[in-house]
């Protein structure tokens, strides 16, 4: 006999206003079916009807987790049209902080699994503990502790202080002890294996035919990443490697999150070593932006939650239309797949998996 | 003569209430302490010194709401279970033998503690089953699929204590610990019994009827607060038979050096309580058909072991 059970859009696991309506046979998943929206606040439509450099602030707000990487895009898609290029300081700075911010997505993201695996919030406190360092730090250079609205045409809104790599290598050697201390703590649990391993599985071709990006994709063993494949800002110098895995279980990325959080403390080290001295400034924010030279540009770059792209018709002064592939949507399309045939206890272990944010999947 | 006994036994009621609601009361407070030191909070605060006062202004918050109870719900069964799994825990203390010699001491008293038990899983299965709730569907089915995973295992563990004392009685049980406690000479039944408790108690990795992530609250989700205060003294109440059994039947129960009796009972219910808090906090939650595994081809296997090891090394 099938069970229909109606999970969400209020539901401890659920990250938010999703809703699954869970058809249950005994206790084995027969089908998923999410609904979304709830969530939805029309920001392509929004950026209509504001200036180009007016919308940054709306861009931040799809992904709550990790706000920089979108302002980052959006940014990137203003300077494409208008034909603006970087800095090469303001490269820097903007990859700098685009790891930390990357960082301290997949560490909320860390907590949070643990918690959907039914761990009553011991990892996401301490796993929020570390996140709030890096977030101390992105405010010393923003003066913003969640939405920053850094980056400029050209450049950022702020440079980084004068003791920032100080600050910023002690932090790091301390993010890589606890680092550490976080894998002995999962991996050695034959608890949290046992949940993981062999959970969810997403084989190869079927995460490319439904086109999952960013970890979850490298997860199943594609060997893909936007940092490398359509290397931007100075990604190319610092010998960059995507994390892959061949699994494709939870446990697989869970592991590639892991490891990248790693990769991006060798990033930020690096780029600290490299970054020239000069200026980092980009424009100031005017009523009246740069003119457009391109008409349509499409831009992509790897968000924390895979690959983010913009597309945009461009105006005089404003969008003529914008549209966003955001990667938690297109997560969330993979779960129907993913999770059927599962047991009801690891739905909540691949949703985890998953790191979505609902603001991202509505928009 | 009559009038003495009955006296004597009105007393000792009243005393061993109070003991329950001491250990409620301190457990409860103490959970939420050290759960927070774990996850670098500071815990309850405000309410008396160190927040000792904060799971009493809960209480009295929780019984002055409005009870609920579902449409859907079987109003009898779902407004009386909760109440018998109360009752059933606080018995099941009564039957247990304290210092001094309080409490009921019957000869079979362990046999009877382990029967009655296994009554719990089924109440749960009423109550979740009762209130006319999926989540609570699925969490009183887990709860009777459950049990047969670590019944079984709880009740060799045991069965290899009482074949060494030579006796179901658990004052005899304790004095048989004398030199040594049961923890040292059958480590695997302790192992093994320790496991099955943790599935006994709901407590993690074996949470799975109140599995929050999952089931939102589980046999919980409907129930009003009023309710919800008894399932929380029903919880506490069952830690407190949990670490009881295992400080009489493993560690030595109310044998020890200087300090009274109780007092020796007390702190090692304590200890064991915070152990179990410990893996609480740091554990996640197993998975139904992984806890059926587990239970059949590891815990029973080594509950066999253990009673043919007791056997051979210290019976013949």
Redesign the interface.
């Known amino acids: 006999m099938l069970t229909r059970i109606n999970v969400g859009p209020i539901h401890p696991s659920t990250h938010g206003v999703l809703r699954l309506v869970v058809t249950l046979d005994g206790d084995t998943i027969v089908d998923v079916e999410p609904h979304i929206g709830f969530l939805h606040r029309g920001v392509e439509k929004l950026a209509e009807n504001r200036m180009y450099m007016q919308s940054e602030s709306y861009m931040e707000k799809i992904d709550y987790v990790a706000p920089m990487a979108y302002s980052d895009l959006y940014v990137a898609a203003v300077e494409e049209a208008m034909g603006i290029h970087p800095k090469e300081r303001a490269k820097y700075v903007r990859l700098i902080l685009l790891e930390f911010q990357r960082i301290a997505s997949h560490l909320l993201w860390l907590g949070a699994f643990c918690n959907d695996l039914g761990q009553i919030f011991t990892m996401f406190m301490w796993t929020m503990k570390d996140r709030d360092l890096i977030l101390n730090l992105l405010q010393d250079v923003t003066g913003s502790r969640m939405f920053y609205v850094n980056m400029r045409l050209g450049g950022v809104s702020i440079d980084l202080p004068p003791n920032f790599e100080e600050h910023a290598n002690k932090l790091l050697d301390y993010l890589e002890k606890r680092f550490k201390d976080y894998e002995t703590f999962l991996e050695k649990n034959p608890v949290f294996i046992e949940r993981t391993k062999d959970v969810g599985i997403l084989k190869r071709e079927d995460a490319i035919a439904l086109g999952v990006t960013g970890p979850v994709l490298r997860a199943s063993g594609v060997n893909f990443d936007v940092r490398r494949d359509y290397a931007y800002y100075v990604y190319e110098k610092l010998h960059f490697i995507p994390q892959v895995q061949t699994k494709g279980d939870s446990f697989a990325r869970y592991k590639v999150r892991m490891r990248e959080m790693k990769e991006s403390i060798k990033l930020i080290r690096d780029a600290l070593k490299l970054m020239p001295e000069g200026d980092a400034l980009g424009m100031p924010i005017k009523l009246i932006s740069p003119p457009v030279k391109e008409s349509e540009v499409i831009v992509r770059r790897e968000l924390p939650r895979g690959e983010g792209m913009i597309f945009m018709v461009t105006d005089k002064q404003r969008p003529y239309r914008l549209a966003i592939r955001a990667p938690s949507f297109i997560n969330l399309s993979a779960l129907r797949y993913i999770a059927k045939g599962a047991r009801y206890a690891d739905l909540f272990s691949i949703l985890g998996s998953l790191d979505l944010v609902m603001a991202d999947v509505d928009r | 003569m009559l009038t003495d006994s009955f006296g004597r036994l009105i007393v000792e009621v009243i005393a061993i209430f109070i003991l329950i609601v001491f250990f409620d009361y301190t457990f409860g407070w103490l959970e939420r302490k050290s759960?927070a030191k774990?996850?670098?909070?500071h815990g309850p605060t405000y309410v008396g010194k160190f927040g000792i006062l904060q799971n009493l202004a809960d209480i009295v918050k929780l019984l002055a709401k409005e009870n609920i109870i579902p449409k859907n719900a079987d109003k009898l069964v779902f407004s009386t279970v909760p109440l018998l799994l109360l009752a059933l825990f606080i018995f099941l203390i009564y039957l247990l033998p304290f210092p001094d010699s309080l409490g009921i001491d019957i000869s079979v008293g362990l046999l009877a503690i382990f029967v009655l038990l296994s009554f719990a899983p089924l109440l749960i299965f009423l109550t979740g089953a009762a209130s006319g709730n999926?989540?609570s569907l699925?969490s009183a089915q887990r709860s009777v699929i459950m049990s047969l995973a670590y019944e079984v295992p709880l009740i060799l563990s045991v069965a290899a204590v009482a074949l060494y004392a030579g006796s179901f009685n658990i004052a005899d049980i304790v004095n048989s610990q004398a030199k040594i406690p049961f923890i040292v000479l059958m480590p695997i039944g302790f192992v093994v019994f320790f496991i099955a408790m943790l599935a006994e108690l709901e407590r993690?990795?074996f949470?799975?009827r109140e599995?929050?992530?999952?089931l939102?609250a589980g046999w919980l989700v409907d129930v009003g607060a009023p309710y919800y205060a008894v399932a929380l003294f029903v919880d506490y109440t069952r830690m407190f038979l949990g670490s009881l059994l295992i400080s009489l039947l493993f560690l030595g129960g109310w044998l020890g050096p200087y300090l009274p009796g109780l007092i020796w009972l007390l702190i090692k219910a304590f200890v064991a309580a915070v152990v179990i808090v410990i893996m609480?906090?740091?554990?996640?939650?197993?998975?139904?058909?992984?806890l059926m595994r587990f239970g059949w081809f590891w815990l029973l296997p080594l509950a066999v072991l253990n009673i043919i090891l007791t056997f051979m090394l210290f019976v013949k």
Do not use: G
């Open positions: 759960i774990a996850q670098f909070r999926k989540f699925i993690p990795p949470d799975l599995a929050d992530s999952e939102i609480r906090a740091t554990t996640v939650r197993m998975r139904l058909d992984r």
